[in-house]
């Protein structure tokens, strides 16, 4: 029977991988790796993480199944932190936490939920967005559809998603970037999160909202506007909020599906059908990240610490933005990529075309994907004169 089975290409970004190790070029870099990387090029344990796996080896007493939601402790830290503390939807029980493998397990809880329970209905994506939405949706059985989100002149194309969404057919649901999107690094104002709920109630619409980088954009709170702005203003809200990144937790899969309904018998409807969403993809999530985000979470001085930390990585990446910027003001390229000092989060859409990324391959050893789009934790201070003269060398 496997003889019928054609190879397809490797993921593009695994490639990327592959190449770059490699590469025998002394003065490589690696901008094309999802993850947070240090000023030495690694992708550190966060103190607070050491210290709580710390706790849980010495105070853990069962590896027991955990439940298709997960521990309940997680989602009451994890609540809180994407609604606000004095959240109003937590106050009336309109949410509910579903504990998952990673930001992408609860997008596919979300995209399992909508097939089985709201058949018929499309989900719109930005353009560009994250290459896996589109994976998770179709593998889902749901019919993909895109609205305009960055513009021939790599901007924000704010008034073409506005248009896009005025035109959604009723009832149809449409994949929000929280903060810090994934892969153009360009969020929304607070002002147009307001036209875009306006849009959402007028439409009838569904949002569901992906927050994978809390907390790497302005700050935890700040971050979350667009999430608790639409969850205290709308009946109903998908959110899936992942701690691969805010606490650096990539392998150990932590990631939370949130349902905010309308009241709290409808939520209690709902996640009921989520648990056999997650009892029918997995069984049970993993327990570790999400007991090292609990035990953080529940103490005030590894809260304190980590939040600390988490800061100095949002500060890191910021302020590498402006270097990058700064660096190519000799060559007179630092209006042309002014974006990347404006946007947020570890992503840039840069604005190079594949050719010119092909060139930063092939000739310096700079990688990243071939549609511009570069990982800024990938940049430190030693390496920025290097790429900046690179990038004016295919300019």
Not at 188 to 194: A, V, Y
Request: net charge negative; with cysteine.
């Amino acid at each position: 029977m496997f003889e019928q089975i054609q190879r397809v290409p490797g993921d593009a970004i695994l490639g990327l991988i592959e190449a770059f190790n490699k590469d025998t070029n002394p003065n490589k870099v690696d901008l094309g790796v999802g993850v947070y990387r240090d000023a030495k090029g690694t992708t550190p344990i966060m103190r607070a993480v050491k210290e709580a796996e710390a706790l849980l080896l010495k105070n853990e007493t069962t590896k027991s199944y955990i439940g298709s939601h997960g521990d309940p402790r997680y989602g009451r830290v994890i609540l809180p932190m994407v609604l606000g503390e004095d959240s109003p939807v937590l106050a009336a029980g309109r949410a509910s936490a579903t504990q998952s493998p990673g930001g992408t397990g609860a997008l596919r809880l979300a995209a399992d939920f909508i097939h089985t329970q709201l058949p018929g209905k499309g989900i719109w994506v930005s353009d560009p967005t994250w290459p896996n939405h589109l994976g998770i949706f179709e593998a889902a059985g749901l019919k993909i559809s895109k609205y305009p989100y960055v513009d021939a002149e790599n901007r924000l194309d704010f008034a073409g998603m506005l248009d896009a969404l005025k035109q959604i057919p009723v009832g149809d649901v449409v994949v929000l970037h929280a903060c810090c999107h994934n892969p153009s690094g360009f969020d929304l104002s607070r002002e147009q999160w307001q036209d875009v709920l306006q849009v959402v109630q007028e439409r009838e619409l569904l949002p569901l909202v992906d927050f994978a980088y809390q907390g790497f954009g302005d700050g935890l709170d700040e971050d979350a506007f667009g999430v608790r702005l639409l969850a205290e203003n709308l009946d109903e809200v998908l959110i899936t909020s992942s701690c691969s990144k805010n606490f650096g937790l990539y392998r150990e899969r932590t990631g939370c599906m949130i349902v905010v309904a309308k009241n709290n018998e409808q939520m209690e409807n709902v996640r009921s059908q989520m648990a056999i969403v997650a009892r029918e993809n997995y069984s049970n999530p993993p327990a570790h990240g999400a007991a090292i985000v609990t035990e953080i979470l529940e103490s005030a001085e590894l809260a304190a610490m980590w939040r600390e930390e988490l800061t100095e990585m949002r500060d890191r990446i910021n302020g590498l933005r402006r270097d990058f910027v700064e660096s190519l003001t000799p060559y007179g390229l630092d209006k042309k990529y002014a974006c990347v000092g404006e946007q947020r989060g570890m992503f840039s859409y840069t604005g190079l075309k594949p050719e010119q990324v092909d060139r930063l391959r092939d000739e310096f050893g700079i990688y990243m994907v071939r549609s511009g789009r570069a990982n800024v934790a990938g940049l430190a201070s030693d390496n920025l004169p290097y790429v900046a003269k690179a990038i004016a060398a295919v300019n």
